[in-house]
């Protein structure tokens, strides 16, 4: 009983080992992000911020839960978290917890659009139309057409472009301290 106890013990610390192995092997092989950094950063307005929709606007930054649920009805909370998800599923909100405010929109799908008209869907040249050439693009070294740009500073604008086409976008902003 005694040997059988061993060997299992042997067999489950060699599959650990190997496992951890592998693992190390893999993370050594991916390529790290290229970030290339704008020369100056472009500032974003609150108007950037407003996603239209055809059930009406919703204001990163100044939206409370209550109006996003009454604008996207049907959706749920996700875990007891502060992350709203739409019916669809086209859509994560992130609220503040004290102010319950929309601190975080990711959208993925459906016809929401940015200030500047951009959809899931756009080329990556009818962004650069409307948004300028001002941003930190994050790149995939071995796959270039996948990449990310980023406007804006503390409050940000991500496009994800997967072969030339925004796949995401995610808007990000802080909220202000009154004083």
């Not at 606007?57 to 049907?74: A, D, F, N, T």
């Not at 040249?125 to 796959?143: F, L």
Request: hydrophobic share 40%; proline share 2%; with cysteine.
């Amino acid at each position: 009983m005694l040997y059988q106890d061993r060997k299992e013990f042997i067999a489950v610390l060699l599959i650990v080992v190997l496992s951890v192995v592998i693992g190390l092997l893999l993370i050594n092989q991916q390529s790290e992000l290229q970030i290339i950094r704008p020369e100056t950063e472009m500032l974003l307005d609150k108007e950037d911020f407003y996603v239209s929709t055809d059930k009406g606007s919703i204001r990163v930054g100044e939206s409370s839960w209550e109006e996003i649920q009454k604008l996207l009805p049907g959706g749920k909370m996700l875990g007891m978290s502060t992350i709203y998800q739409s019916k669809e599923g086209d859509c994560l909100f992130t609220f503040s917890e004290d102010e319950n405010l929309l601190l975080i929109m990711h959208i993925e799908g459906g016809d929401f659009a940015t200030a500047r008209g951009i959809k899931i869907g756009d080329s990556f040249d009818k962004i650069s139309q409307e948004y300028g050439t001002d941003c930190a693009r994050v790149i995939m070294p071995q796959k270039a057409e996948d990449f990310d740009l980023v406007y804006g500073g503390e409050n940000n604008i991500v496009f994800q472009i997967r072969d030339n086409v925004v796949k995401r976008i995610v808007l990000e902003k802080e909220l202000s301290l009154k004083q």
